[in-house]
């Protein structure tokens, strides 16, 4: 079975939220001031963006993907493409015909790397979609 990576799911979704929550602290406890307030927003869309990585997982051949707790299925005539985000490292995407909100394509944790440039995960959606 094909599946995200367990262990990234925990790197890349968890410890942004909780960089924000020191940050907040630390935030708190100096004086105000305006660099800071964009700083904090920045930081805070970040680790949103971690938080909405989603899990993919191909059991028998149909993509299914999490967010938080609800597993979704994901047909192949809904992708239009897939690839390596430039978003940051072991992240990929999946853009599809549709708007999915909030940052308009389906952003996930990519399996483990396998040497060469080699994703199972991707090359599998890749090969399913014909690209």
């Known amino acids: 079975m094909l599946r995200s990576d367990t262990s990234e799911e925990f790197l890349l979704r ?10 907040m602290v630390v935030f708190r406890r100096i004086l105000f001031h305006w660099a800071g307030l964009f ?7 970040l680790s949103m963006f971690h938080a909405s990585l989603a899990v993919i997982e191909i059991p028998d051949g149909t993509i299914r993907y999490r967010r938080l707790f609800k597993w979704r299925e ?9 690839d390596v ?23 996930f944790i990519l399996d483990k790397h396998m040497g ?16």
């Open 14 to 23: 968890l410890w942004p939220l909780i960089f924000f929550v020191g940050f």
């Open 39 to 45: 700083l904090l927003v920045f930081v805070f869309l």
């Open 74 to 82: 994901l047909p192949y005539a809904e992708i239009v493409s897939c």
């Open 85 to 107: 985000s430039r978003v940051g490292v072991g992240i990929g995407y999946i853009r599809l015909k549709y708007f999915l909100w909030p940052w308009g394509k389906l952003y």
């Open 116 to 131: 060469r440039g080699r994703l199972p995960l991707l090359d599998f959606i890749q090969e399913r979609i014909g690209k």
